[in-house]
Nanobody, 121 residues
Framework: VQLQASGGGLVQAGGSVRLSCAAS????????IGWFRQAPGKEREFVAL????????HFADSVKGRFMISRDNSKNTVYLQLNSLKPEDTAVYYC???????????????WGQGTLVTVSS
């Protein structure tokens, strides 16, 4: 598997969970790793992204101040820390690799399989 997201599960509102995105060496050489999510019946939406080299980040307004993104270049892994979770954060979370610092889904060519986060009220 070239790109694999993991760490999802069931969490209570207000709780936290950390997602991981492990990439193959070849994929991790891409400059940008992004996280997106898709709730049932909704379109996939941008959550956060990070530039691998500098660690520069960008977040969707809906998660700013609650979610954090980080990377460990020695492990070819990007993390998404989800804090202060709300029921509306329930979704399948996907990581993807791209070459430009862009929040649109079309900028990302390779996607992981997704991991489900369910937030109970």
């Amino acid at each position: 598997v070239q790109l694999q997201a993991s760490g999802g599960g069931l969490v209570q509102a207000g709780g936290s969970v950390r997602l991981s995105c492990a990439a193959s060496y070849r994929l991790y050489s891409s400059s940008v790793i992004g996280w997106f999510r898709q709730a049932p019946g909704k379109e996939r939406e941008f959550v956060a992204l990070i530039r691998k080299s500098s660690g520069t980040t960008h977040f969707a307004d809906s998660v700013k101040g609650r979610f954090m993104i980080s990377r460990d270049n020695s492990k070819n892994t990007v993390y998404l820390q989800l804090n202060s979770l709300k029921p509306e954060d329930t979704a399948v979370y996907y990581c993807a690799v791209g070459s430009i610092f862009d929040s649109s889904t079309s900028a990302y060519k390779t996607w992981g399989q997704g991991t489900l986060v369910t937030v109970s009220s």
